[in-house]
């Protein structure tokens, strides 16, 4: 709201509240009709897609096009940032030192543990560095 004042502008809270209560009110009848498309079609959870179908079944077709654009970035991110936390995890699994079954280092069995902890896994200053 800011942007469109003069440096100078202020906004009264009033005018802060009023705003974020027709905001709150477009966003509830935005998904409020989203939400009878998934109920029609036995689908318990609303998506993108069917807040856009909103959108144009309600008339807000200008905003949609800015949404998708929207949309495709959030889910390319998301889907970014899932691989990386995948990799990140495989990676973090395969830094630690798992014994074999069948082989006896570190099973107790053996006279000589090679540093490894009660687990028998590796001790924390052995672990390789990834």
Known sequence: MKRALL???????DAKDTVQECVSEFISF??????DKCQK?????????????AM????FEDYLEPLKVYLARYREVSYISLLLLSSCYVRLIL?????V???N???GKSGD???RDAAGGVSGEELPVV
């Open 56 to 59: 144009s079944t309600l008339g």
């Open 30 to 35: 935005i998904t409020s009709e989203a939400s």
């Open 41 to 53: 079609e036995k689908r318990k959870t609303v998506n993108g897609e069917d807040l856009l179908w």
């Open 7 to 13: 440096p100078n502008g202020k906004i009264g809270k």
């Open 105 to 107: 280092k570190g099973s």
């Open 95 to 99: 830094s630690f030192h798992l014994p």
């Open 101 to 103: 079954y069948g082989d």
């Open 113 to 115: 543990s090679n540093n």
